[in-house]
């Protein structure tokens, strides 16, 4: 009996060396395809399919619907500078006065920014595209020259979203893939490197993430908690109250952040 144990553990253990043991695969090729989603699609629905989602269907757009405003125009996000990031930036100065704050300028990470708003009606989902992320306003305070090496900081990865009148002029590589500043104003003014500015952006911006780690040494700093101070809501927000005064949102390139040639 014991034998048999043994001729049969040695056959296990042979079989699982010979099955780790390397096959010398090699690539002979890659190929690659793209699949087109539309309403060619949609042309001979699965019945089975959509009845069996319809409850769930109606439970989604039923949150996801609602309309919270309109745009004049399609949005886009870009760098150096876009009209969508443009508008993501002035929305968090719009909301600081919500927190009894008065930030001077905002960024808005562009790698925060995932869908784009389309001419029209913008819905609940449309905004939850646009910032799915659980990122919170936030502010903080950084020196004049702090704030001049975070717009190296931000020329270096060739823009991100400022608000209005922030004024950077950078200059991009050969390459185009990374920045240098060449200058920068704020509200028509030089920066005082030793003068105070108070600042609004995102939580995991201020964390020093997406190559802004100028913002690792701001001071007094306000980070609110609540699930109510997230972007998505403050945009929405925004929104319900240009829509309540019949305003249309637009936002456009406006020069925040200029290449040059």
Known sequence: MVNHRLLFSGFISALLMSSCAPKHYQLKGVERSRIIIDSRYDQNPDQAAAKFLEPYKRVNDSIMGPVVGQVAHNMHAARPES???????????????????????????????????????????????????????????????????????????????????????????????????????????????????????????????????????????VRPEEASNNTRFLIMNYFREMQAKGIVVDAQVEGRIKVKK
């Open 83 to 221: 009209d969508l990031s443009n508008l993501l930036a002035d929305i968090l100065i719009w909301a600081a006065k919500d927190y009894n704050e008065q930030p001077v300028m905002a960024v808005y990470n562009k790698g925060g920014i995932r869908a784009d708003f389309t001419k029209g009606d913008v819905t609940y989902g449309d905004v939850l595209d646009v910032a799915p992320f659980e990122n919170k306003i936030c502010f903080t305070t950084l020196t004049g020259e702090k704030l001049m090496e975070l717009f190296r900081q931000i020329a270096y990865r060739g823009g991100e979203g400022v608000s209005k009148g922030v004024e950077l002029v950078i200059k991009m590589d050969e390459k185009g893939e990374t920045g240098e500043l060449v200058s920068a104003r704020l509200h028509g003014q030089e920066i005082d490197p030793q003068a105070e500015y108070r600042i609004t952006t995102l939580n995991y911006v201020l964390e020093g993430n997406d190559g802004m780690s100028a913002f690792l040494d701001g001071t007094n700093s």
